[in-house]
């Protein structure tokens, strides 16, 4: 069924509004683009808000913990608590601590990534290495070579390795993650993004930076951001809503309408200032498609 353009369709967008209490909104994309936050996107969520709409924030993005982007929506004017940030450095860290448990010692991580999956898993009692350690941002040399190849630079306790969003991905890590995977090591992604919506244009995404490894290993990484319906389950669980009443509003098909699709929630709303064009869902046999679409978030102003 072919989604209802919202955009300048003011009894459309009542409408829309009052079939829904909760709204689950993707980050990147349909707030903002990088550091620069859409027009008329506070107004939108002070809009819902006063309509007594409960908002919960669900970004694939790692790189950033939950109380880094309560400091960035505070930055950019949305008043917000921790509380109502769900990000995908926080479910994994949650699968990882509560899910996987893998028995110790063998159960530290090695991060590809920034200081969100650290926070995170240090907030659950996670043991890592990698990530922002310095010691891992440089080029390899002989002595990398040879104390990778015969293991005396690895360590025996690394039991997984999750890859998310690495602004300093490189060789040296790369080689690193591999022997880690050889060895057994259970392959996990924050999420799978191919590409990054930043400074109104693209950059590599967390899942660009996965591809190497998989390329290696030909194993595929168990992803724990959207559209895992595990990362669903979590947020149903500590907000208590009916599936029902909720929407979800993002930017990607692959991540956030089929997140919603596949949650059973009531609704989809695909906002056209990201990733997906509309000709994605408009395209013979397209597998996602939302139920509503409008140009731009603030378009629900009406
Ligand atoms: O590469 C990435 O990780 C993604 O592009 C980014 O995280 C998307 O974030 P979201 O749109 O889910 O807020
Ligand atoms: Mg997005």
Known sequence: MAPIYLTGDKSGISEFINKFDIFLFDCDGVLWSGDHIFPGTVETLELLRSKGKKIIFVTNNSTKSRSDY???LISMGIPSNVDEIFASAYSSAIYIARILKLPAPKNKVFVLGESGIETELKSEGVEFI???????????????????????LLDEN?????VGLDFHV???KLSHAYQYLARGAKFLATNTDSILPSNHTFFPGAGSISIPLINMTGQQPTALGKPSQAMMDAIEGK?????????????RLDTDVRFGIEGKLGGTLAVLTGVTKKSEWEAD????VPAYYVDRLSDLRG
Request: charged share 25%.
């Open 239 to 251: 907000f208590l809503f009916d599936r029902k009443t909720a929407c979800m509003i993002g930017d």
């Open 130 to 152: 990698g990530g922002t350690d310095p010691a891992y941002r440089r080029d390899i040399t002989p002595e990398d070579y040879k104390g990778i190849a015969d293991g005396s």
């Open 70 to 72: 309560q400091k960035k």
């Open 170 to 172: 490189n060789y040296l």
């Open 285 to 288: 046999g397209a597998a996602v």
């Open 158 to 162: 690394v039991g997984i390795v999750l």
